[in-house]
């Protein structure tokens, strides 16, 4: 069953810190694997998108890794800012199909404390 | 910034009406979806399109109907709502690009629909 499991459920930082965030999947055949922000009473909006034969992505503070072998990919963010609350989502998509389906993780809840 | 609008932003109204989520987006955009997220929950497809004239059902079963007349017009229709339907509805759209497509998807902000 093509599953995406994100880790921790919630995470509570101290502004200026920084942190990770888990993403196992089993989607195959694999395509990319993309990581959303999603802010409260918005949309998710696109931070990086990684392809098989890439490992690493950076978006400013925002670094995606991404191990193709053991499914696992991580999001970490540098020198956090209260900016940087939001539900963070991890979407596999595979590519057995035109439409290139996603599978979607439930996120990560990150809270930055002043 | 991605050009994707949706209206209402929220919606309260009572049980047996009809209601029309509307989305548009000034991309270009061929391919369009809905989505249905509750709190803590991941984003369930709905509806798709791969472009005029194009509707699909999506994975989670619903009640609803969508439509694409135009390019950039997407409305998603509950003939008669229900407590049920109560959730957050997601409109998204991405360029085509064929198999397996690297493009990111461009999501509205949502319309948050209450039904009582």
């Known amino acids: 069953k093509n599953q995406v499991e994100q880790s921790p459920q919630s995470l509570i930082i101290l502004e200026g810190k920084n942190c990770t965030l888990q993403?196992?999947?089993?989607?195959?055949?694999?395509?990319?694997l993309r990581w959303y922000k999603q802010d409260t009473g918005r949309g998710p909006v696109s931070l990086t998108i990684m392809t098989f034969s890439e490992n690493t992505k950076s978006n400013g503070r925002y670094t995606a890794t991404l191990d193709a072998d053991t499914k696992q990919s991580s999001l970490h963010i540098t020198a956090s800012q209260l900016s940087d609350s939001a539900s963070y989502i991890c979407?596999?998509?595979?590519?057995?199909?035109?439409?290139?389906?996603?599978?979607f993780g439930r996120g990560t809840q990150l809270t930055v404390w002043p | 910034e991605a050009d994707i609008y949706q209206t209402p932003r929220y919606l309260v109204i009572g049980t047996g009406k009809k209601i029309t989520l509307e989305c548009s987006q000034t991309?270009?955009?061929?391919?369009m979806y809905w989505y249905q997220q509750d709190p803590g929950m991941e984003l369930h497809l709905i509806h798709y399109?791969?472009?005029?004239?194009?509707?699909e059902k999506g994975d989670l079963s619903s009640e609803s109907t969508v439509s694409r007349i135009r390019t950039e017009h997407f409305p998603l229709t509950l003939e008669s709502a229900r407590p049920s339907h109560t959730s957050q509805y997601l409109c998204?759209?991405?360029?085509?690009?064929?198999?397996?497509?690297?493009?990111?998807?461009?999501f509205g902000d949502g319309t948050r629909l209450s039904i009582l």
């Open positions: 979407v596999v998509s595979d590519r057995g199909s035109t439409l290139g389906r996603l599978y």
């Open positions: 399109s791969y472009g005029v004239n194009s509707t």
């Open positions: 993403c196992n999947y089993t989607v195959s055949p694999f395509s990319n």
């Open positions: 991309m270009g955009h061929d391919k």
């Open positions: 998204a759209s991405s360029p085509d690009r064929g198999l397996g497509s690297n493009q990111p998807q461009h």
